[in-house]
T-cell receptor, first 113, second 113 residues
């Protein structure tokens, strides 16, 4: 069965620090990969997605993620975080032709000024 | 055990029928959400509620309607189902106070013939 693991449950950073949130999935076939973000008091939003092509995907607000097929990973990165990046971040995976989106358990990011 | 439940898991129905997708959570969460997802694609928010008697439309226009008469219950209704409504519908909830972490139901896969 497909599964998604986010190993960092809670990350605390100072502004301008670099960020990398881990995401690993288990599925042997072709996958679509997503990172979602939920800011305090708001609903879930799509940060970026990978379907095919360049494994380095750039999203909104300076975020990027790299798909490494051999490691079954899709880590989220940002070179310099801001206080406004404080949020919950969810990694999600779907296989190419199924109806189900599998979410990780989420990583709570707190950025202090 | 506190959780969020969606029924039915799968629904195949003919055009023109009225359907209601059920969503209940036992965590006492104030916020509840309905998302729509096409196979392999990202989620789109179609409805949300911040408490009893509060409902709002989401980012994606939908012909469905919702109600929030009780905190734990957030059903979604389609008055007259059409093939274009075929999709996966995911319900989620989160606590208004502090932690914004989302909890997802297992989803309802709707097929309208």
């Amino acid at each position: 069965a497909q599964s998604v693991s986010q190993h960092n449950h809670h990350v605390i950073l100072s502004e301008a620090a670099s960020l990398e949130l881990g995401c690993n999935y288990s599925y042997g076939g072709t996958v679509n990969l997503f990172w979602y973000v939920q800011y305090p008091g708001q609903h879930l939003q799509l940060l970026l997605k990978y379907f095919s092509g360049d494994p380095l995907v750039k999203g909104i607000k300076g975020f990027e993620a790299e798909f490494i097929k051999s490691k079954f990973s899709f880590n989220l990165r940002k070179p310099s975080v801001q206080w406004s990046d404080t949020a919950e971040y969810f990694c999600a995976v779907s296989s190419y032709n199924t109806d189900k989106l599998i979410f990780g358990t989420g990583t709570r990011l707190q950025v202090f000024p | 055990e506190a959780d969020i439940y969606q029924t039915p898991r799968y629904l195949v129905i003919g055009t023109g029928k009225k359907i209601t997708l059920e969503c209940s959570q036992t965590m006492g969460h104030d916020k509840m959400y309905w998302y729509q997802q096409d196979p392999g694609m990202e989620l789109h928010l179609i409805h949300y509620s911040y408490g009893v008697n509060s409902t709002e439309k989401g980012d994606l226009s939908s012909e469905s309607t919702v109600s929030r008469i009780r905190t734990e219950h957030f059903p979604l209704t389609l008055e007259s189902a059409r093939p274009s409504h075929t999709s996966q519908y995911l319900c989620a909830s989160s606590d208004r106070r502090g932690d914004e972490k989302l909890f997802f139901g297992s989803g309802t896969q709707l097929s309208v013939l």
